[in-house]
C-alpha cells in the first residue's frame, strides 16, 4: 500500500488517468470543505512511492474532477464557489477555461466516454448542465428541483446521463427525446418505494427516505446501476424493471456511503467508500446468484422476501480499514492488474491500495 499526504487539504474526489496507470488527480478543500480554499494535485506513481507532479491552488473548495477524455494533460473540477474549472497540467497556475452558472456547489462532474466531446455537472442549485469545452456557456440545463449530489453519463451511450439527489431519486434523462415539459427525464425512480407484490410472497415493506448520495453505471450490463446514500444500503437496479425494485441489496457500512465505483474488471464487482472510514469490496450477488441450484436459490429468494425485499443480497468480499477520517474518493485503475485502486478522505490521506490484499478479511 502507497500512501500520500495532502498536508491542510481533505480529500474530496480522485480519479486515475484514463491515459497513463501511474497518474492520479485528487480533489481536495481546506478546513473539510465548510470554508477556505482548495487543492487540486496531480500525484505520479513511482518506484520511490507517490509523488506530487503539480498541484493548483483555487479560491474555494473543490468538491470533484474529472480527466478529460481527449486530452491526457486537461481535467475539470467542480469547485464550491459554483464554478467549474479546466486545468492542463503541462501549464502553471491558472485555468484555461472557467464556467460560473451554478447558483450553488458545483459537487460532481463526469466527462462523456462514449462522444468524449462533452461533460456534465450537478449542483446544490437543482441542476445538471451539460457542457462543451469549447463553448463558454452551457449547452443545456436539465432541473431536478432537489440537491443534487450525484451525475453521470452512461458509458454505453453518448445521450443517456443520470443523477442521484437529496430527493431520493435515481433520474434517467435521454437526450435523444424530443425536448418537452420532461426537459429529456425518462424515468425517474424512488429508491425507497417497495417493490410490487409478488404473488404468493408476502408485501414488501418500504423504508424511510433518505439522500441519496453517490450512484455509478455497472460497465458491462448497460441497464444496471448502482446507488448509495444516507440509510449506509447499497442498491443495484436494471433500469428496464423500475418498478420491481433493487436487483440487490448489500447492508454492512455504519455510516453513509459516500462514493460508489463499479469494477471495470469485472461486471459483478463494486467498490465503496463511506463515513463508517472503511473501503469495501462488494459482490452484488448476479454472478453466484446464478451459479445456486434451483432449491438454494429458492431459499435464498424466500429470505430475501422475509426481509420485505424481493432483491438479492450481495456479499461483502473485503474491506480496507486504514482511513482514519470520512473516506470521499475511490476509483479503480484502468491498466494493469485486476485490483489497483486509490482513496481518499478527510484523514488527508490517499491511498493506492490492491483489493485483492483485503479480500477474505
Not at 491552488?57 to 473543490?62: A, C, E
Not at 470533484?64 to 494533460?73: A, G, T, V
Not at 464557489?81 to 460532481?108: C, M, T, Y
Amino acid at each position: 500500500m502507497l500512501e500520500f499526504r495532502t498536508q491542510g487539504f481533505n480529500g474530496y474526489g480522485i480519479k486515475y488517468s484514463p491515459f497513463f496507470d501511474s497518474r492520479i488527480a485528487v480533489a481536495t478543500a481546506a478546513n473539510f470543505g465548510l470554508v477556505g480554499n482548495g487543492r487540486l494535485y496531480v500525484l505520479g506513481l513511482t518506484p520511490n512511492g507517490i509523488v506530487s507532479e503539480k498541484w493548483f491552488d483555487t479560491q474555494d473548495s473543490l468538491y470533484d474532477i474529472s480527466w478529460s477524455e481527449q486530452h491526457e494533460n486537461q481535467l475539470i473540477v467542480a469547485s464550491g464557489d459554483g464554478s467549474i474549472k479546466l486545468f492542463d497540467i503541462a501549464l502553471n497556475e491558472f485555468p484555461i477555461q472557467s464556467w460560473q452558472e451554478h447558483k450553488r456547489e458545483v459537487f460532481s462532474v463526469h466527462w462523456n466516454l462514449v462522444s468524449k466531446d462533452t461533460f456534465c455537472s450537478s449542483s446544490w442549485d437543482g441542476t445538471i448542465k451539460l457542457w462543451s469545452p469549447h463553448r463558454p456557456t452551457s449547452l443545456l440545463t436539465l432541473p431536478t428541483h432537489s440537491c443534487t449530489y450525484s451525475t453521470s453519463f452512461s458509458p454505453h451511450s453518448p445521450s443517456v446521463l443520470s443523477s442521484v439527489s437529496s430527493d431520493s431519486h435515481l433520474r434517467i434523462f435521454d437526450l435523444r427525446t424530443p425536448p418537452s415539459a420532461s426537459n429529456h427525464l425518462t424515468l425517474s425512480i424512488p429508491l425507497h418505494t417497495p417493490p410490487l407484490t409478488v404473488p404468493s410472497q408476502p408485501p414488501s415493506r418500504g423504508i424511510a427516505p433518505s439522500e441519496a448520495l453517490t450512484h455509478d453505471w455497472n460497465k458491462y450490463r448497460s441497464s444496471v446501476t448502482a446507488t448509495a446514500g444516507v440509510d449506509r444500503m447499497v442498491r443495484t437496479w436494471d433500469i428496464r424493471a423500475p418498478k420491481q425494485g433493487p436487483i440487490a441489496v448489500i447492508s454492512g457500512h455504519e455510516y453513509a456511503v459516500r462514493k460508489l465505483s463499479w469494477s471495470p474488471h469485472l461486471s459483478d464487482t463494486l467498490l465503496s467508500a463511506s463515513y463508517d472510514m472503511t473501503c469495501r469490496v462488494w459482490s452484488d450477488g448476479s454472478t453466484f446468484a446464478n451459479n445456486i441450484p434451483g432449491q438454494a436459490r429458492q431459499e435464498e429468494e424466500a429470505l430475501a422476501y422475509a426481509a420485505g425485499s424481493g432483491a438479492m443480497r450481495g456479499k461483502e468480499l473485503g474491506r480496507m480499514g486504514r482511513h482514519t477520517e470520512f473516506v470521499t474518493g475511490v476509483d479503480w485503475c484502468l491498466f494493469g492488474a485486476e485490483g489497483w485502486c486509490a482513496s481518499c478522505g478527510w484523514d488527508e490521506k490517499v491511498l493506492v491500495w490492491d483489493v485483492r490484499s483485503v479480500m477474505g478479511r
